[in-house]
């Protein structure tokens, strides 16, 4: 392992990944990586997580491909110093402000979405001219054995590298000297990640989670409003690898009185999707191993969470399968409510008046995301100011991930 | 009477106290008082009515602390400050404006904007060399970010930390911003406190500290710290301007207990003589021919640093390098101006960090051969300086040299320039601040999605199949022929 970082500190030493037509062929390898896979790539998402094709093209290729491909088209415009305003006092001096590369730097992906998490962060790197150490999650080992045989035929061995393995792995790359760490996983791990920068002063980026509410205000517009409110809030709960997701929708906020057409309108929209029960269960994910399965089942085993469930609750250990499920009003100071769920199980909370939904959701901890299903402007700006999150998107779910710019 | 209430005052500040601080702040920032633009605009404007009338006041802290010159603290410290609240006030509403950003045809029809909103409670712990500056010059972008603040001067400046801690109760809104005075236990109690943001100025030991503290809460952090700047100076170069920009940089600026100071001169062994001898004229025509008479410049802060300088002067193979200067003053803690001519690279005085009066002159045969001795030194400086009139030296500077800010042709006078961001990197530090910057480092850049009703694609959702897959692919490429085959299909859904 040390003999590995050494080697791209050396090479980072060397100049070589600070030009521009280097980084270009590393994303244009990248590219070839991913267009000549394809196969393979939905073949180990579908053995780790039981992810379809389209789901995987939608939220991994497709990603990626996107993200290589504008990449390379911006590069150029981003590498170039910007200019910098100077005072009349200091005429004639000119001032310009210049990326530079940081160095060597640390990726550790999560397993989720083991592909975009893994290499988009990676593009990122080497478009700033860096070398990588990327450590996959061991806990989507297809995934991972993939990168580490594939990233080597395509990236330069010298400026990438791939590492497998465990915690242990990663405990131990911690206690190197990097120059940048990029983390996505939890906020306890987020943690140790940090307090092990901290000894080296390396700055991090911690990409976490949260309890990403949607709040829900378009039930009585039009019908085909209310539908495609259905559609997008169960495509942005079990769309995504079946809720394991830091972007997808956590839970719900409704009006008391709109709740039951909501209700109905979900289950229509879930069979339609994925199937009438858990036997004819299809388009979806599976939970990633038993761990997380276990997990997910005790959050149902409170009474009165369990007697909260009004559609689905079946699960079948051994497929590790848990069916989308919805729970309407569960206790507010149970684990599920308290937890970030990261699975199929959606509860509903009720309100008096749509507008709670402001207090609801400051009285928890900032989410990633805060998804509005409203047309009212008043109600969107009082979201907009009044509460904190790392994104806000409305009316729908999950997209905003896929604008570059944002 | 007096006595007793002294003896109060100096109850423990210990991490009850700071919790009921902290506690006090978030109370006052979720009314959304410090988010109002009126509050952000009142509460600049009284510290420049706080520094208008309290120069002289300022100007004498400031000599009692660092016996800095009053021509230093009134341009170094209140000047820059002032200049900093009255950007803010011109500036603060176009900065609080959300900005655009484009879309992309995938999630056609929709629209972006990224929004900044503050973070909500946030430290700044500052240091001794420009008490006022580094206290408030944080201070200036965390309340036009919108946020509540407590600020923690730096106990080594006491009378400017009394000072700071006064003016702010007096001036600005005490609900919202508040000082903490102390040293290590009263920081240790805020530091276990979970803030929204920390911005520490300091030494590279203290920052790991607080970044350790700020894990266990997923604080994130601005840490300016310091490192050895170098200077390369070139042949063929205006010397006389060349050695007065580096006095000025160096012994001008609290001599040379800045962060920015010029720690280390790099030139060749051809231009050394010139080059020290041009030193020798300009100190001289600056300070006098007695330095520690001079009242231009500051003393050395304590007796422990006054110590630790001494070592790096005393220690054998440098102390024989002394080419000018050298004298001393223990009782008021002063050192004169001093040059060492190619001391030996693994000693003391070229491993740590000076802050302080003491200038080496390293040489090499070619000056190109000074940026390998800067890569090799060590962290990644602060600042890095170069005077030559070579236009290939400037831009191999400018490309190699990885420091926290470059200067060509002068020292020190970037951090006045509100454009450009002023912080450190690897060693030298993490993030950023004045001008906007400033305003950056205290805000949540909140990214925000619009989107309709209309345009569902019936694509994304199951039941998935092989042509819906065809489409997908085509519309997430963006190309136009496969969006408009999307879009038929989307008018059959």
Known sequence: MEKSIAELRETFKTGGTKSISWRKSQLKALLQLINQNEDSIFKALDQDLGKSPVESYRDEVGVLKKSVTYTLSCLEKWVAPKKAEVPLLFFPAKAEVMPQPLGVVLIFSSWNFPFTLALDPLIGAISAGNTVLLKPSDLAPACMSFLVETIPKYLDNKAVKVLAGGADI??????????????????????????????????????????????????????????????????????????????????????????????????KTIKRFYGENIKSLKNISRIVNKHQFQRLVNL??????????????????????????????????????????????????????????????????????????????????????ETSSGTVTFNDSMVQVVDKRT | MLMENKAENKAVFDAESAKEVVKELRDSFVTGKTKSHRWRVTQLKAMLKMLDENEPQIVAALRDDLSKPEFESSLYEIQILKNSCRLALKEMNHWMMPEKAK?????????????????????????????????????????????????????????????????????????????????????????????????????????????????????????????????????????????????????????????ISPDYIITTKDYATKLVDSFKCELERFYGKDPLESKDLSRIVNSNHFDRLSKLMDEEKVSSKIVHGGQRNEKNLQIAPTIFLDVPVNSLIMKEEIF??????????????????????????????????????????????????????????????????????????????????????????????????????????????????????????????????????????
């Open chain 1, 170 to 267: 990663g405990e131990r790359l911690l206690q190197l000297k990097w120059d940048k760490i990029f983390f996505t996983g939890s906020p306890r791990v987020g943690r140790l990640v940090m307090a092990a920068a901290a000894k080296h002063l390396t700055p991090v980026t911690l990409e976490l989670g949260g309890k990403s509410p949607a709040i829900v205000d378009t039930l009585s517009t039009t019908p085909s409003k209310a539908k495609v409110t259905a559609k997008r809030i169960v495509g942005g709960k079990w769309g995504p690898c079946t809720g394991q997701a830091c972007i997808a929708i956590d839970y719900v906020l409704v009006e008391e009185k709109l709740a039951s057409t909501l209700i109905e309108l979900l289950k």
């Open chain 1, 300 to 385: 149902l085993k409170d009474p009165d969470v369990a007697d909260s469930i009004v559609y689905g609750g079946s699960v079948d250990e051994e497929k590790l399968v848990i069916e989308p499920t919805i729970l309407l009003d569960p206790p507010l100071d149970s684990e599920i409510m308290s937890e970030e769920i990261f699975g199929p199980l959606l509860p509903i909370i009720t309100l008096k008046n749509v507008e709670e939904s402001i207090d609801f959701i400051n009285s928890k901890s900032n989410p990633l995301v805060i998804y509005a299903f409203t047309e009212d402007e008043t109600f969107k700006k009082r979201i907009l100011s």
């Open chain 2, 103 to 259: 879309t992309s045809l995938t999630t056609f029809p929709s629209s972006a904007e990224i929004v900044s909103e503050p973070l909500g409670v946030v430290l700044v712990i500052s240091a001794w060399n420009y008490p006022f500056l580094l206290s408030l010059d944080p201070v200036v972008g965390a309340i036009s970010a919108g946020n509540a603040i407590v600020l923690k001067p730096s106990e080594m400046a006491p009378a400017s930390s009394s000072l700071i801690a006064k003016l702010v109760a007096d001036y600005l809104d005490s609900s919202c911003i508040k000082v903490v005075e102390g040293a290590v236990p009263e920081t240790s109690a805020l530091l276990e406190q979970k803030w929204d943001k920390i911005l520490y100025t300091g030494n590279g030991r203290v920052a790991r500290i607080v970044m350790a503290a700020a894990a266990k809460h997923l604080t994130p952090v601005v840490l300016e710290l310091g490192g050895k700047s170098p200077v390369i100076v070139d042949s063929n170069i205006n010397l006389k301007v060349a050695t007065r920009r580096i006095i000025a940089g160096k012994w001008g600026c609290n001599n040379g207990q800045a962060c």
């Open chain 2, 356 to 493: 302080g009066p003491l200038l080496p002159i390293i040489t090499v045969d070619k000056v190109e051969q000074s940026f390998d001795l800067i890569h090799s030194s060590g962290g990644k400086p602060l600042a890095a300086y170069l005077f030559t009139n070579n236009k290939k030296l400037k831009r191999k500077f400018v490309e190699t040299v990885s420091a926290g800010g470059l200067v060509v042709n002068d020292t020190a006078v970037h951090l006045a320039i509100h454009s450009l961001p002023f912080g450190g990197v690897g060693e030298s530090g993490m993030g950023s601040y004045h001008g906007k910057f400033s305003f950056d480092a205290f805000s949540h850049k909140k990214a925000v999605l619009y989107r309709g009703f209309a345009g569902d694609a019936f694509l994304r959702y199951p039941p998935y199949t092989p042509g819906k897959l065809t489409l997908l692919q085509a519309l997430l490429s963006g190309s136009i022929v496969g969006i408009i085959r999307a879009l038929l299909g989307w008018f059959w859904a």
